[in-house]
C-alpha cells in the first residue's frame, strides 16, 4: 500500500475492509442456517446439536460484546480489531476441515469470540478515522448498511455454495477475504486508545457467560438429558444463582460491564424486552423453518435461500424506514404496531402443512421482517434517548446484547419445543400405520431427536408411510413454537403500551439510532464508538 495515497482515498479503503471484516461476522449469523441439513447429514448430528452450531456462535457473541469494545479501549483497537479478524479467518478454517461436530463447535465458538471483539472496535475505528460529523455519520452509516446487505443475501448466498460445493464452502467463503482484510488494515490501521481510563469487569463477565449459557445449556439439552435430571435442574438452579450474583457484582463495581443504573428506567427494561422478544420470535423462525424447508419439503439449499429473501429485504428495507418513524412520531406506536405484524407473521406461520407452497407462507415472511424492523429500531430509539448522551454508547451495548440473547432462546427453546412434542406424540402416530410394532419402536428411537435423513436405515418398503405419519407431528411442533413466539411478540407491544410514553425522542436518540440500525437483530455501537460521537 502506497504511503503517498491522499487521505480520502485512504480513509475510503480503511472503510471498505473493515466493512468486509464486519461483513463476515454479519453473514456467519445467517449464512449456516441453510447449510443445517446438509451438516445434519454428513456429521451424523440431531437436533440438539444443531442448535449448539447456531447457538455456539450466537452466545459466545451475545456475552463478550461489552467487554470487547473494553477491551479495544485498554489494549488499542488496532491491534485488537487485527486479532479478532486473524482470529475469526483461522476459526472458519477449524469449522470447514471439521470431521465431527465437536470439533465444528469449537470452530463455531472460536468465531463467535472472535466476532464480538470485531463489532464495537471497527465502529469505534471508523469513528476515529471520520472526525467531521456530517463524515462520519455517512460513514456510520455505510458500516450499518453492511449488516443489512449480509442479512438479506446470507441465506441465497448459503444456499448457492452448499448446492454446488457442499457445507464446507460457507466457512471457506471468509478465508481469502480475511486474509486480504488483514494484510491491507495492518497497513492503513493507526493505534488508538480511549481516552477515558478503562478497566475490565472480568469477574462480571465470568458470571454472565455462566448464567446466560448455564440456561440455554438446560433448554438445549433437557429432552436428551432428561428435563427431571440433576445435570439439568442443576443448570438451571446454577444459572438463577450466577445471575444473582452477576446483579450484587455489577452493583459493586465501580466500571461496570452491564450498568444496573441503566434498569432503573422502565424505558431501559422495555426496550431490552421488546428487542428480547423481537429476535427471540426471529430466529426461532428462520431455524425451524429451514429444517420444514428442507427436510420435509425436500428443498435444495438455494431454493431455501430465495424463500428466505421474503423475509431478509422487509428487514433490510424496514430498519431503516423504522428509525425515521421512530424520531418523528416516537417509538410507542412504530413499537405496538411491529409487535402486531410480527405475531401476524409468527402465528401465520401455524398454517403450514407438509408440501405447502411458498404462496401460501411468503406474506406471513415478509409480515414478520417488517415487524422485526418496526420493534427493534424504535426499541432502541427510546433506549437511547432515556440516558444521557455520554452513556448512548453503552446503552446501545445494552440494547445489542439483549437481541442477540434473545437469539440465543429463541434457537433453544424452539427446538426444545419440536424435539419434545416430536418424542411425545409420533409414537401414536406410528400407531396408526401399517408398520409392524417392532418397527415402529426402532423408527422411534432413530428419527426422536429430529434427524429425519435417519429414515434411511429404515427397510425401504415402509419409509414413505414412516415419512407420512412423521411430517405432521413435526410440522405441529413447529406450530407451537411459532404460537409462543407469536405471543411473545405480543407481549412485548402491550409492554411498550403501557410504560412507554408517545412523546417524540431526543434528538441524540436519533442520532444515536441511525448507527445502530441497518441490520436488525446484528450487533451495533458499543461504548467505544459512543466516546468519539
Known amino acids: 500500500m502506497s504511503d503517498t495515497t491522499a487521505p480520502g482515498q485512504r480513509k475510503g479503503l480503511l472503510l471498505a475492509f473493515l466493512c468486509f471484516g464486519v461483513f463476515m461476522v454479519y453473514l456467519d449469523a445467517t449464512i449456516v442456517n441453510v447449510a443445517l441439513p446438509d451438516i445434519q447429514q454428513d456429521l451424523s448430528t440431531d437436533i440438539t446439536q444443531l442448535q449448539w452450531i447456531i447457538d455456539a456462535y450466537t452466545l459466545t457473541f451475545a456475552c463478550l460484546l461489552l467487554t470487547s469494545g ?30 465431527s461436530i465437536g470439533v465444528l463447535l469449537v470452530g463455531r465458538t472460536l468465531q463467535g469470540v472472535c466476532g464480538s471483539i470485531m463489532i464495537p472496535v471497527s465502529l469505534a475505528l471508523v469513528s476515529a478515522a471520520y472526525t467531521a460529523p456530517a463524515a462520519r455519520a455517512k460513514a456510520i452509516g455505510i458500516w450499518a448498511g453492511v449488516g443489512g446487505i449480509a442479512l438479506s443475501t446470507g441465506p441465497v448466498l448459503g444456499g448457492v455454495l452448499v448446492d454446488h460445493y457442499g457445507w464446507q464452502s460457507i466457512f471457506w467463503v471468509n478465508v481469502p477475504v480475511g486474509i486480504i482484510a488483514t494484510v491491507v488494515l495492518a497497513r492503513l490501521l493507526t493505534e488508538n486508545r480511549s481516552p477515558r481510563k478503562r478497566r475490565l469487569d472480568l469477574v462480571g463477565q465470568l458470571l454472565f457467560i455462566t448464567a446466560i449459557a448455564s440456561l440455554a445449556y438446560g433448554l438445549i439439552e433437557g429432552n436428551s438429558k432428561g428435563w427431571t435430571s440433576g445435570i439439568i435442574l442443576g443448570s438451571f438452579a446454577g444459572s438463577v444463582v450466577t445471575l444473582l450474583l452477576f446483579v450484587l457484582w455489577e452493583l459493586r463495581h465501580p466500571d461496570p460491564m452491564l450498568p444496573m443504573s441503566f434498569f432503573r428506567s422502565p424505558i431501559v427494561v422495555v426496550a431490552g424486552i421488546v428487542n428480547f422478544l423481537s429476535l427471540f420470535g426471529l430466529f426461532a423462525a428462520i431455524f425451524l423453518l429451514t429444517l420444514y424447508l428442507q427436510s420435509i419439503n425436500r428443498l435444495s439449499s438455494i431454493e431455501t435461500g430465495v424463500r428466505f429473501l421474503a423475509l431478509t429485504v422487509p428487514i433490510m428495507i424496514a430498519s431503516f424506514a423504522a428509525s425515521i418513524v421512530a424520531a418523528k412520531v416516537g417509538p410507542r406506536l412504530p413499537i405496538a404496531i411491529g409487535s402486531v405484524l410480527s405475531a401476524g407473521g409468527l402465528f401465520g406461520l401455524t398454517v403450514l402443512e407438509v408440501g405447502s407452497g411458498f404462496g401460501s407462507y411468503w406474506w406471513s415472511l415478509a409480515l414478520l421482517g417488517v415487524g422485526v424492523s418496526f420493534t427493534g429500531a424504535p426499541a432502541t430509539v427510546a433506549l437511547l434517548g432515556s440516558v444521557p448522551a455520554e452513556q448512548a454508547g453503552t446503552a446501545s451495548g445494552v440494547s445489542n446484547t439483549f437481541r442477540q440473547v434473545g437469539t440465543v432462546f429463541g434457537v433453544a427453546l424452539a427446538g426444545a419445543l419440536l424435539l419434545r412434542h416430536l418424542r411425545d406424540t409420533m409414537p401414536d402416530a406410528l400407531a396408526g400405520t401399517d408398520v409392524p410394532a417392532q418397527t415402529q419402536a426402532k423408527a422411534v428411537a432413530l428419527l426422536g431427536d429430529g434427524d429425519l435423513s435417519r429414515v434411511a436405515a ?36 402491550l409492554c411498550a403500551l403501557i410504560f412507554l410514553k408517545g412523546r417524540r425522542p431526543a434528538a441524540r436518540a436519533e442520532s444515536g439510532a441511525a448507527g445502530d440500525q441497518g441490520q436488525n437483530g446484528l450487533p451495533a455501537e458499543n461504548e467505544t464508538a459512543g466516546q468519539h460521537s
Open 458 to 493: 429404515l427397510p425401504p418398503g415402509i419409509r414413505a408411510t414412516v415419512m407420512e405419519a412423521v411430517g405432521p407431528v413435526y410440522v405441529d411442533g413447529m406450530h407451537l413454537a411459532m404460537q409462543i413466539a407469536g405471543t411473545g411478540a405480543l407481549v412485548g407491544g
Open 70 to 99: 473494553t477491551l479495544g479501549d485498554i489494549l488499542g483497537r488496532k491491534k485488537i480489531f487485527l486479532a479478532g479478524l486473524t482470529g475469526f479467518t483461522l476459526s472458519s478454517v477449524i469449522c470447514a476441515l471439521s470431521h
